[in-house]
């Protein structure tokens, strides 16, 4: 017999779902944001101890969110950073090593030719807004791209839906524009609206600042508020800039709360680099352009009401993470050809490390001016590439490796630094000819990792 109390309660569900989904109440992916600054340091923010930079908004995310003080960038500067991140691999795999060339510097003192480098992230990429994109999004790219723009490498034919950039093409040229330094609120603004408009549908809204890059721009009154602080020239410009690039993150932030979208949306904070040369990152050794702490620590803050707790991570982890992350974040599959890790897990408190122990950079080419605390006098890297496992970091520079003796002199010439950054964070003591057996098994960890990616190799100048 059939029970009309039991079908009616059925039928008026069914008509409440109905007109939920209709009116845009049924609960949708999650949305994602990631406002990326451009050369700011680990050291930059106040929430990592800076006694001169104020960054008030980003430290109210660090005290709501997750903050990873392990984190890295995929590359030293910016477009490797960028390919990175936008490909979740490392280098090896799509040729962006550097801005332009790598054999920048004096020619009589590079001891090897340097790889071609990839300027534009190839075609045959699938990023992270494509795959995103594939899964429902709505994707918008508002700021700084750096890889390309020809038919194949161009944002909108790599998945983006919408770009908008007012500083291009000429990103780095100090503009008359006092209300709106490195378009930082033109950038913020143009995104909000993006967000707007796509409010009724998931979105992944990057939003890749010029600032904190120079020439160094901000408001006016903000370099007088830090005048007071009776600091140089160009650190007053530069505190300035940040503190215009923080308060555009509270624009965002204020946005998603007032629009009720805050308990719907992951934000990450972080940036494509350590900070420039003319702001120390001490304790960290190095700046950007180096593969030292200073140059590939960057500021990392994964913020989500009612989703991610309130904690600080050591796990180290990479920029390249997000792509994995993100794709199965919106329920799509995480192919096998990422190399980054779904931080899922970690960011919901249902696992505290990664399933791997190391990470990897490879740089094989030049780039000149020195850089704080640096290894010589004239350039930020030689070719080198890096691993970092556990508390362990070993950088294996490629020209006393090839061309004094390699592993057969290894006590010698100096081809490898080995650092405990437990104990030594700042790489102010090399452990390379005192723990020969970590050195070992670092090293060959970081050949097996160079022979399987195919990493290519700088060559003696002769060949």
Partial sequence: MINFRDMLRSVFTILVLCFFTRCGYAQKKPNIIVIFADDMGYMDAGYTGSQIFETPVIDGLAKKGMVFTHAYSGGANCAPSRAALMSGQY???????AVGSMTRGPAEHRRLTA???NTSLPGRIVTVAEALKGQGYATGLFGKWHLGYDNESHPMAQGFDVWEDPRHPNPNTKRDDPTDPKAIFTITNSAIDFMKSNRDKPFFTFISHHAVHTAL????????????????????????MIYDLDESVGLVTTFLEKAGLADNTLVIFTSDNGGASFTSQEPLRGNKG?????????????CWPKKIKPSIQREPTINLDLYPTFLALAGGQVRPDLDGENLLPILQD???????????????GYLHNPVIRGRDTIFRTRPVSVIRKGDWKLLLYHEEWILDGGQRKI????????YNLKNDEGERINLATSNKEKRDELLNDLLEWLRETKAPMPRPLTE
Avoid at 290 to 302: K, S, T
Avoid at 411 to 418: C, I, Q, R, Y
Wanted: avoid cysteine; hydrophobic fraction near 35%.
């Fill in 91 to 97: 280098s090896p795999r799509h040729g962006v090593f």
């Fill in 290 to 302: 180096a593969f030292y702490e200073g140059g590939v620590r960057v500021p990392f803050i994964a």
């Fill in 115 to 117: 790889v071609e480098n």
């Fill in 411 to 418: 006590d010698e010439n100096n081809a490898v630094e080995l």
């Fill in 350 to 364: 249902k696992q505290k490390t990664t399933k791997r122990d190391k990470i990897f950079w490879h740089f094989p």
């Fill in 217 to 240: 721009e901000a408001r006016p009154e903000t370099i007088e508020k830090f005048k007071t602080k009776k600091l140089n020239r160009v650190q007053t410009e530069y505190g300035a």
